[in-house]
Nanobody, 125 residues
Framework: QQQFVESGGGLAQPGGSLRLSCAASGFTLDNYAIGWFRQAPGKEREGVSCISSSGIYIKYADSVKGRFTISRDNAKSTVYLEVNSLKPEDTGVYYC??????????????????WGQGTQVTVSS
């Protein structure tokens, strides 16, 4: 089955950091832009960040700009999301998916494929 497998989530204190990984299973992600998304309890899923297939073009949601860093290693078919200076409002399930994601609002519902099961991030003291 072709999908992503997310990992690296957990419990972190406010101000803490985590490194999330998104590994492709059953396919290679060389030719895909990859997006990270999250869904907080009781809220709709939102786009967090997007990285182009080459890694040159990157976009962040305003709420995470300056705190999160997306990167990719095509040789390992893995995309990473470094989450720093965590806030309680960063709590949620983090997902990755492949497809055109430069519009982080539009891509939440359209055009993305190979969604994984997500990894839980909980920010609490």
């Amino acid at each position: 089955q072709q999908q992503f497998v997310e990992s690296g989530g957990g419990l972190a204190q406010p101000g803490g950091s985590l490194r999330l990984s998104c590994a492709a299973s059953g396919f290679t992600l060389d030719n895909y832009a990859i997006g990270w998304f999250r869904q907080a309890p009781g809220k709709e899923r939102e786009g967090v960040s997007c990285i182009s297939s080459s890694g040159i073009y990157i976009k962040y949601a305003d709420s995470v700009k300056g705190r999160f860093t997306i990167s990719r290693d095509n040789a390992k078919s893995t995309v990473y999301l470094e989450v720093n200076s965590l806030k309680p409002e960063d709590t949620g399930v983090y997902y990755c998916a492949a497809g055109p994601c430069s519009d982080l609002v539009y891509s939440v519902k359209y055009g993305m494929n190979y969604w994984g099961q997500g990894t839980q991030v909980t920010v609490s003291s």
